[in-house]
């Protein structure tokens, strides 16, 4: 995959701090991770590449590729799963060294999201991925939302262009997490309505290669 010039400023001091979330335990937010340049740029490289078209929704795998269908993750192989290309190395030292992962993600999904698409609720693999679960929003807003595990209650978080979700703890692995599938969410005052939004997800593996 085309690197934009080899560089992208995943190291950009202009990031807002990551919010903790007061209802979500584990749950930690970030409105501006990367700038509306750095977000064009990636959208660029992620369309040169093929998209899948397995799901209703159109995906692209590196690294390692979960199987929807065995729920097992495969190892990534030349002719396979492509690596991380070096945008999405660049993202995961950057999540190290800001504190927001443990170790850099070895498998990265990128999902497109047309308007009227969404995801059902649920929770990322628990015997395969580790304990954070980060994914950037890119392009267009919506609202993600996450399923309190006692009462069935939700909370409705609002996931901005260039905006970064961090789950850990009872985020990552006991609320359940997914997208209405509609073409515009409720605002302020009215409503607001969906693009073209493209979500990449970096993850860790619980047990690397197999």
Not at 12 to 30: F, K, M, N, R
Not at 93 to 115: C, F, H
Request: aromatic share 6%; hydrophobic share 35%; charged share 20%.
């Amino acid at each position: 995959m085309p690197e934009t010039s080899g560089q992208l400023p995943f190291d950009s001091d202009d990031a807002s701090p990551s919010e903790p979330s007061a209802s979500v335990p584990g749950l930690h937010y970030t409105a501006d991770w990367i700038s509306p340049e750095t977000q064009d740029a990636l959208l660029s490289d992620i369309d040169a590449e093929p998209w899948s078209t397995q799901l209703k929704r159109r995906v692209q795998h590196y690294g390692h590729r979960y199987d929807y269908g065995r729920r097992s993750v495969s190892a990534s192989s030349p002719t396979a799963v492509p690596p991380l290309p070096g945008w999405a190395r660049q993202a995961a030292t950057r999540l190290v060294s800001e504190g927001l992962m443990d170790r850099e993600a070895e498998q990265v999904i990128i999902n497109e999201y047309q308007p009227g698409q969404g995801i059902s609720a649920h929770i990322d693999s628990l015997p395969h991925f580790g304990p954070v679960v980060a994914a950037l929003s890119l392009n267009s807003r919506c609202l993600m939302d996450f399923t309190n595990p006692d009462d069935g209650s939700k909370l409705a978080v609002p996931l901005a262009p260039g905006s970064l979700l961090v789950m850990t703890g009872p985020a990552r692995y006991t609320w359940r997490h997914s997208i209405a599938a509609r073409k515009s969410d409720p605002g302020p005052t009215e409503r607001v309505p969906r693009g073209r939004r493209v979500s990449i997800t970096f993850r860790t593996l619980i047990h690397p290669g197999r």
